[in-house]
């Protein structure tokens, strides 16, 4: 009989939801606008109709789905099944798997979307030869998770692996959980962002005003790339700084987890090539020789699918460890 799995990425913006197959082939997708502003039963709607388009183009029932994986921003409570808060969407505390489950009768799993990302490129990505590893995202924040002989390490209340809420200089700027000096404070495209805003305030670069039509409020990471692209000295010093600390992430993560792998994904990483090479030196220069010698850093192979190829391996997570 045919296994049938359902994935769900629940983004501020989009809902993205895609039928897989027990090898986690993608047979059928739906996109549609999350319409964050109208509210969390207008969310939940637009969610379900999703669902039901996919069911639908394969002629599907919900009794055909063995299970739903959704992934989310958090904070959240997977074993419980609630979004406890959500910065992009209006809602506290929503019991999400209930009421998706009430809605379409189908068994309900939910993760944080960085845990689901890490669990998409350990089935179906970059990670698929090694039993532990490491996945870090690098896009408007940093985020990440940890895959420990073949199981995602969820911590006690699912809020391990908080990568870019590792504090890398404790008088470095302030970051948005309140804290200062965390990683994603440096590394993320908004701290990119933030620090290439400031050097074009200053008047340290004309290229990158020139390329935000000298409004200093548009200038963002991706302009800050091009200007580096360019030859613009200052936009290259900024992805520098980014690098430097990430590359202490990267140590801390190589000293804490021993893993085989950590694989770097996240839209920044388009960038790559302004950073990667001394953000790696930067690791080698203050991880220890033991795990540094074992750890290799590959790139995420999963693209723009890897939310919803991270939300079907939630769905498919028992099924995977498994057969292993």
């Known amino acids: 009989m045919q296994e049938y799995y359902l994935g769900l990425d ?91 489950e009430a809605a379409v009768g189908i068994k309900t799993l939910l993760k944080n979307d960085a845990n689901a990302a890490a669990l998409g490129e350990k089935w179906f990505g970059a990670g698929k030869e090694v039993d532990n590893m490491v996945y870090i995202t690098i896009s408007t924040g940093v985020g990440g998770g940890a895959i420990i002989k073949q199981e995602l390490f969820s911590g006690v209340n699912d809020n391990a692996c908080e990568i870019g809420h590792t504090v890398v200089d404790p008088d470095g700027p302030l970051c948005g959980c309140g804290n200062h000096g965390c990683l994603e404070s440096f590394a993320s495209g908004t701290a990119i962002a933030r620090m290439a805003q400031e050097a074009a305030a200053e008047g340290k670069s004309k290229k990158m005003l020139d390329l935000a039509d000298n409004i200093v409020e548009d200038v963002d990471a991706a302009i800050c790339a091009q200007a580096a692209y360019q030859g613009d000295q200052t936009a290259k010093a900024i992805f520098a700084e980014a690098a430097f600390y990430l590359g202490i992430g990267l140590a801390n993560l190589v000293n804490i987890f021993n893993t085989e792998m950590i694989i770097l994904g996240g839209g920044v990483m388009k960038s790559a090539d302004l950073f990667l ?37 939630v769905a498919m997570e028992d099924r995977l460890i498994k057969n292993g």
């Open 10 to 100: 629940l983004g501020g913006t989009k809902i993205l939801t895609g039928l897989a197959d027990k090898n986690g082939k993608i047979l059928a997708r739906s996109r549609k606008d999350t319409e964050a502003k109208l509210g969390e039963e207008k969310i939940i709607a637009n969610m379900v109709a999703s669902i039901e388009e996919v069911l639908a183009k394969k002629n599907l029932q919900a009794e055909d789905i063995i299970a739903l994986g959704i992934g989310s921003p958090g904070p959240l409570d997977a074993k419980k099944g609630i979004i406890i808060e959500n910065s992009n969407l209006p809602w506290k505390n929503v019991p999400i798997v209930e009421k998706i």
């Open 277 to 313: 090479d001394k953000a790696i030196a930067t690791m080698r220069d203050n991880a220890l020789p033991g795990p540094l010698e074992i750890v290799e850093l590959r790139e995420a192979e999963l693209g723009s699918d890897i939310g919803l190829m991270g939300a079907i391996a």
